[in-house]
């Protein structure tokens, strides 16, 4: 079954450590994105890419990179995280006018 | 920059049918409306989408208005499985999602 899948599903990071947070799909599709979710906000578009080795800024990229190796694999870099950066982030892969897929989520707490 | 408008809110009974709205006045025309929930500890789901026609599938009924200014999730039979915060986004297709703050359901068993 296609899906998309994040790892790790839990992090905890030290204030000014290097943090990568991982996403594989198995859907074949060319678009990916990361978004991250905090308390009373939808969700925030940060990084997304059209296909292996495009990346994208999307709303609020500052402070994040984002790396697309291949069409399967997309990750999020905190090169230095801050607490600021605890959050939920979701990645997601879909292509044009298709239905979006989601993983299920890593949860990160930057001490 | 909230392209649809949709109620904090709402509240239904198990075995109902729940109809929730959405205001898109500035929509364009090769955008389509897409309708996901997510209910808590997990990634939003997909529910359905168009771009002029009403559509259904298993999950739910989508109507949209003839001017595309507003679109309504139909939600038939609820249950309590149904409880999630269903957001209503508009998408050119390639270009991103806008996720806004959604509508919260309830559902009273």
Not at chain 1, 47 to 59: N, Q
Request: proline share 4%.
């Amino acid at each position: 079954e296609a899906a998309v899948t994040q790892s790790p599903r839990n992090k905890v990071a030290v204030t000014g450590g290097k943090v990568t947070l991982s996403c594989n799909q198995t859907n074949n599709h060319n678009n990916m994105y990361w978004y991250r979710q905090d308390t009373g906000h939808g969700l925030r578009l940060i990084h997304y890419s059209y296909g292996a080795g495009s990346t994208e800024k999307g709303d609020i990229p500052d402070g994040y990179k984002a790396s697309r190796p291949s069409q399967e694999n997309f990750s999020l870099i905190l090169e230095l995280a801050t607490p600021s950066q605890t959050s939920v982030y979701f990645c997601a892969s879909g292509d044009d006018n298709s239905d979006y897929t989601f993983g299920s989520g890593t949860r990160l707490l930057v001490i | 920059d909230a392209k649809t408008t949709q109620p904090d809110s709402m509240e239904s009974t198990e075995g109902e049918t729940v109809h929730l709205p959405c205001s898109h006045a500035t929509i364009s025309g090769n955008e389509y409306i897409y309708w996901y929930r997510q209910v808590p500890l997990q990634g939003p789901e997909y529910v359905t989408h168009g771009l002029q026609q009403n559509t259904t599938n298993s999950m739910a009924f989508l109507a949209i208005a003839s001017d595309r200014k507003s679109s309504t999730l139909i939600l038939t039979h609820v249950s309590l499985r149904d409880a999630a915060v269903y957001h209503c986004i508009l998408s050119r297709g390639y270009q991103n999602f806008y996720f806004g703050k959604g509508t919260s359901l309830t559902v009273i068993p």
